[in-house]
């Protein structure tokens, strides 16, 4: 048994036995167990155990997470001979391709089953039920490298020729030994038939198999737990080896409670009289029971804060691991990364603690507040290896897969979504989301596909006792009662049939029941806004440079790229001041558009005065709506549905402002009342089937739906302004409630939009995995997980964007087109695959082979020479266009 090795250095030969590594990542899961921490008493309470029951159990589950190395197959890997096989008989060789060592693990499941039966004292053991309540936590810690490996039937049977006796007597000696060191006390009722309990082991499945990865991580660093081939006693290494893991969880923050400070009052902790918003959340009553709020208000109210302060009373309550708050987009999640490291370090966390929080996007790398803080080399893309330093925020960041783990977390919304999605290393992210307060923000730009996924989200959260907040400003009266429904099922309270329609509202849903209340809305974020429509483009662009010559500053939203440029050279042409017309679309490299956003937020930022404001003129697309905290004096925006349009206007007179453009104090606007003016087809009562298309094809191809730009412009027409946040309610229903009125001719192409809503829910639904069915094979109806190859889709698309990266030359070689960055990510643009990547002129093989043995990180991404392509071009003015046919 001592002589089977579990890891060699490749390069040393140097090797670690087997009995030693598997006690390693045992040790490593006992300390992550900390009976006094959440992580423990919360699997202690979902399984009715005591925490030190819980702790010993799962430890020994994690201590044979390795049992496929004891094959003779495995071991004959090594081309040294630490195993001594001699005299016994050898196996079938390892083929990694047909079962890897972690499916090869099944071949002792029996024997476990057979130990453990043995060691119970009670007669009446019923092994089958025994089988059905520990599978899912074996399926669990045999899964350690981050995918299911469940091996039953006919591939156990075949799986046996990579085996031999000697093995499983080898086998049966480990397990006595580990049984020896921890004497695990399995209760009475593991060994009859109780289908409660057994799906209450595969719910719980999940998160052990997180702590089994975690541990497998963390047990097989060597700085840590260094190689040992010489025998001394097992029980004197446990001791040892427990002392090691103790040393890498304190020094890295693993699974550590947030030390919340005590959440006196709100004014104290921000500084400033809440409004009535925040005044709620400082007084809602609190259970210990999973909560839903849902805080609805206008953009500015001060939602954060009011978001923040939940969570901060729940950590005092019921000592949440930590939270993670998720945006829509990476744009508004580094602004919100910057406002909460800023409460984190003076409000919430004790300036003492060791405490991690992290930024949760793909692009976090690129973030210069969080390379800061974490130190991160990033122009070190030549190296393929991982990592893992002592520091703690290095050490959570230097995976996306393990970002979570960090106390406090801001991310994209898909970082949490991905947890509930088959993707290899899932278990670790959900892990991370266990014991801490979701707080999630803009909730009302999810489609029906991350609806869904969302809801899946809240079903495992909420069966693990967490609790959630949703920030929204428009939320849809059937959307927000499918959400509080879902909610309500999930912990067992009466099902609420209507619910309050007012607005401002602020909603708890727990244990008590579902609680609204209206509130006050902040004077200071009341506005009417002007609404006048525009038909003709021309006649928008005169509008813009006559506007723009006059001093005034002013932005165009319009609805796809290729306009946006069009527009954007008409007019530039025509301006006094060129230098401040700006284009600002999707399809510029991360780098530009970096630039940009900060010449628009110079320009047009809360610290910006008439000296800069003036003349400024930006043509932007959606992603000006959905990144940018920065206001206008005047606004066009090309029609859109009415929820798109409320985040248009909200960056209209956004920051309120006196006669020289400085942010007003007084909370009196010198500026002209504010009006928006919407580009838009003549308005016509009984509209054609091409009312939209016929001069508005690129609305129709990204809204879809006629009607509701139709209805949209219905109700604008009618009450000739919006009232924020007066008729914020009446706004959204006039579009998307379920009594409105579609004109015929509108009605089958919305009908397609709404069987594209159906398609959507069902194909979120058949991608997300099955939480009850437990870490396995089973929990994907397809049974197919992603490797790291793939990444599961958080989001729908029509559409299969590719990144593309932007390349020039010097001196005759490609380099990135900022060649002065060396990420390649800065050089990046996002297009779409079948209309334009695969249309881009392909480098020559040798070029590509230079290309990628100087940057090995691009091997995968398509690289693309824009100066030698006659189709297409890139300019950091422009970005990505299509260029003009030469007559």
Same mark, same amino acid.
């Given at each position: *048994? ?10 040393? %030969? ?40 819980? !702790? ?40 990694? *391709? ?174 400033? !009289? ?8 400082? $007084? ?115 995976? !996306? ?27 670790? $992210? ?11 923000? %803009? ?114 939203? $319009? ?53 800069? $404001? ?36 909200? !960056? ?71 009232? *924020? ?163």
């Amino acid at each position: *048994m001592e002589k089977y090795w579990g890891k060699i250095n490749s390069k040393t %030969e140097n090797f670690h036995l087997l009995v030693y590594h598997s006690l390693d990542v045992a040790a490593v899961a006992w300390q992550l167990l900390n009976p006094n921490e959440k992580l423990c008493k919360d699997l202690a309470n979902f399984l009715g155990l005591t925490t030190k029951q819980t !702790r010993v159990i799962i430890t020994f589950f994690v201590a044979l997470h390795d049992l496929g190395k004891f094959t003779d197959a495995f071991q004959r890997l090594a081309r040294f001979d630490p195993y001594l096989a001699g005299g016994f008989k050898k196996a079938f060789d390892y083929n990694p *391709m047909d079962l890897k060592h972690d499916a090869l693990a099944f071949l002792f499941f029996e024997n476990i089953l057979e130990k453990i039966s043995f060691w119970h004292s009670k007669s009446n053991v019923d092994v089958r039920g025994l089988r059905q309540i520990v599978k899912p936590l074996f399926n669990a810690v045999f899964g350690h490298h981050g995918l299911p490996v469940e091996v039953s039937g006919q591939a156990l049977l075949n799986a046996k020729k990579y085996v031999n006796e000697q093995n499983f007597v080898d086998v049966n000696k480990f397990i006595d030994r580990v049984f020896e060191l921890l004497s695990p006390e399995f209760p009475d009722d593991w060994f009859v038939r109780d289908k409660e309990l057994a799906n209450k082991t595969k719910q719980i499945s999940w998160i052990v198999a997180g702590v089994a990865v975690l541990s497998d991580w963390l047990g097989s660093n060597t700085e840590y737990f260094s190689y040992l081939d010489k025998l001394i006693s097992l029980k004197k290494y446990w001791e040892l080896t427990q002392s090691q893991a103790l040393t890498a969880i304190r020094e890295i923050g693993l699974m550590k409670r947030l030390q919340a400070q005590e959440f006196i009052s709100f004014e104290k902790t921000f500084g400033f !009289r809440p409004t009535d918003l925040q005044s709620w959340a400082e $007084r809602v009553k609190l259970v210990e029971t999973p909560q839903l709020f849902i805080l609805e208000d206008t953009t500015g109210s001060g939602k954060t804060e009011a978001a923040l302060t939940i969570m901060h009373r729940l950590l005092n309550l019921n000592d949440s691991q930590g939270f993670f708050f998720g945006l829509p987009t990476q744009a508004t999640t580094n602004a919100m990364y910057e406002r909460v490291i800023k409460y984190f370090s003076n409000s919430l966390s004790y300036p003492t603690e060791n405490s991690s929080i992290t930024l949760a996007h793909s692009a976090n790398s690129l973030n210069k507040t969080f390379i800061s803080s974490i130190n991160f080399d990033h122009n070190d893309y030549h190296s393929n290896e991982e990592s893992i330093l002592s520091t703690c925020h290095r050490w959570f960041s230097d995976s !996306r897969k393990k970002i979570l783990l960090a106390q406090v977390g801001v991310g994209t919304i898909d970082q949490a979504l991905l947890a509930t999605l088959p993707q290899k290393h899932q278990s670790l $992210r959900l892990l991370g989301l266990f014991g801490k307060v979701l707080i999630l923000d %803009e909730i009302h730009t999810a489609d029906t596909y991350v609806d869904d996924l969302l809801k899946n989200l809240m079903t495992i959260h909420a069966s693990y006792g967490g609790s959630m907040v949703l920030l929204t400003a428009t939320l849809s009266k059937k959307q927000k009662l499918n959400l509080i429904n879902h909610w309500e099922r999930l912990i067992g309270v009466q099902i609420t049939n209507d619910i309050c329609n007012q607005f401002p509202l602020a909603t708890v849903v727990n244990g008590v029941g579902t609680i609204s209340e209206s509130l006050k809305s902040n004077s200071n974020n009341s506005r009417e806004i002007g609404v006048q429509f525009l038909h003709d483009i021309d006649e928008c662009c005169n509008f813009v440079i006559k506007k723009a010559n006059e001093g005034c500053c002013i932005v165009w939203i $319009r609805n796809t790229v290729d306009e946006s440029i069009q527009a954007y050279h008409k007019i530039k042409k025509l301006v006094n001041m060129q230098d401040k017309v700006i284009l600002f679309h999707s399809r510029f490299t991360l780098s530009d558009r970096q630039l940009k956003e900060e010449l628009i937020h110079r320009y047009l930022g809360k610290a910006s005065d008439n000296s800069l $404001r003036q003349h400024t003129v930006i043509i932007a697309t959606q992603v000006f709506q959905e990144s940018l905290d920065v206001d206008t004096d005047l606004l066009i925006s090309d029609i859109c549905p009415m929820d798109h349009l409320i985040q248009r206007v909200g !960056r209209l007179h956004r920051h309120i402002r006196d006669e020289n453009g400085k942010v007003n104090n007084d909370f009196v606007d010198k500026r002209p009342s504010p009006i928006v003016y919407i580009h838009s087809p003549i308005w016509d009562q009984n509209p054609s089937e091409n009312w939209l298309s016929k001069d508005f094809l690129g609305t129709e191809a990204v809204y879809q739906s006629p009607a509701r730009i139709w209805l949209t412009m219905k109700i604008l027409i009618e009450l000739a302004a919006i009232r *924020m946040p007066k008729d914020a309610r009446l706004l959204i229903e006039s579009v998307y409630g379920d009594d409105v009125n579609i004109p015929i001719n509108l009605q089958n192409k919305d009908i397609l939009v709404q069987s594209k809503d159906i398609h959507k829910i069902n194909l979120a639904h058949n991608v997300s995995l099955k939480w009850a069915e437990g870490y396995s094979k089973r929990s994907v109806d397809s049974g197919n997980w992603l490797n790291d190859t793939l990444e599961a889709s958080t989001r729908y698309s029509e559409r299969d964007v590719r990144q593309v990266i932007v390349c020039k030359r010097i001196n005759g070689e490609l380099v990135f087109y900022h060649d002065s960055l060396l990420h390649y990510e800065y050089s990046v643009i996002k297009v779409d695959s079948n209309k334009y990547a695969k249309n881009l002129l392909q480098p020559t093989d040798i070029d590509q082979q230079i290309f990628v043995k100087k940057y090995s990180a691009t091997k995968f991404v398509q690289i693309w020479c824009h100066e030698e392509d006659e189709n297409y071009g890139y300019e950091s003015e422009v970005g990505f266009y299509v260029k003009e046919k030469k007559q």
